[in-house]
């Protein structure tokens, strides 16, 4: 795990929380180890190509910055 990826996952034991009960937006290949191991894992529309190809990841419709966590939250909170 990356140095990012301890830091979470320090942060989520702390709480009592596993990683499959966090839901994450990154777009860079700095999020790359954190989406590949969280429980919901979603990018923007201008995310990078090798965040994209993530199994199971979310592509929301919007870009960073243009209301993606809005978007993030209400596709979660209608499932």
């Known amino acids: ?3 990012r990826s ?3 996952k320090d942060f ?3 709480r009592k929380l596993s990683l499959d009960e966090v ?3 990154g777009d860079d290949i700095n999020c790359f180890d ?14 990078i190509s ?3 190809e993530i199994p199971g990841i979310i592509q929301l419709g919007k ?7 809005r978007q993030f939250a209400e596709l979660i909170l209608s499932s």
């Open 50 to 52: 090798q965040i994209k």
């Open 34 to 47: 954190l989406l590949c191991n969280v429980g919901i894992a979603a990018c923007p529309n201008n995310a």
């Open 23 to 25: 839901a994450y937006i």
């Open 12 to 14: 989520c034991n702390k």
């Open 63 to 69: 870009n960073g910055g243009d209301g993606v966590v």
């Open 1 to 3: 795990m990356s140095t």
């Open 6 to 8: 301890s830091i979470f």
